[in-house]
């Protein structure tokens, strides 16, 4: 199994910039597909962005697409989310997800297999 660790997430005011950062251990990265979600207080976690296991295909959400870049580091066992232009209802708690089943690039957070404990994200008005 792979074990994911969050970081880079912290307050900001609108229209800044974050870049969060997945760290993982155990098996190889490059055996997984690999996505963000967000649960922001109050709301169910939704999808924000997936990254094939190659790098070679992403996935958006339209709420975050021309906003935010995922990316990964297969060498370095990382993968990141470059978030620009962040507005308040980015919200929320982020996390990253590892799935095993490389065919699909999902969307949904019941097909992935591994999770990190999150990072928050606060965006000041």
């Known amino acids: 199994q792979v074990q994911l660790v969050e970081s880079g997430g912290g307050l900001v005011q609108a229209g800044g910039s974050l870049r969060l950062s997945c760290l993982a251990s155990?098996?190889?990265?490059?055996?997984?597909?690999a996505g963000w979600f967000r649960q922001a207080p109050g709301k169910e976690r939704e999808f924000v962005a997936a990254?094939?296991?190659?790098?070679?295909?992403?996935e958006y959400a339209d709420s975050v697409k021309g906003r935010f870049t995922i990316s990964r580091d297969n060498a370095k066992n990382t993968m990141s989310l470059q978030m620009n232009r962040l507005k308040p209802e980015d919200t929320a708690v982020y996390y990253c997800?590892?799935?095993?089943?490389?065919?699909?690039?999902?969307?949904?957070?019941?097909?992935?297999?591994?999770w990190g404990q999150g990072t928050q994200v606060t965006v000041s008005s």
């Open positions: 997800a590892a799935d095993r089943n490389l065919l699909l690039l999902a969307r949904i957070g019941g097909e992935y297999d591994y």
């Open positions: 155990g098996r190889t990265f490059s055996n997984y597909n």
């Open positions: 990254i094939m296991w190659s790098g070679g295909r992403t």
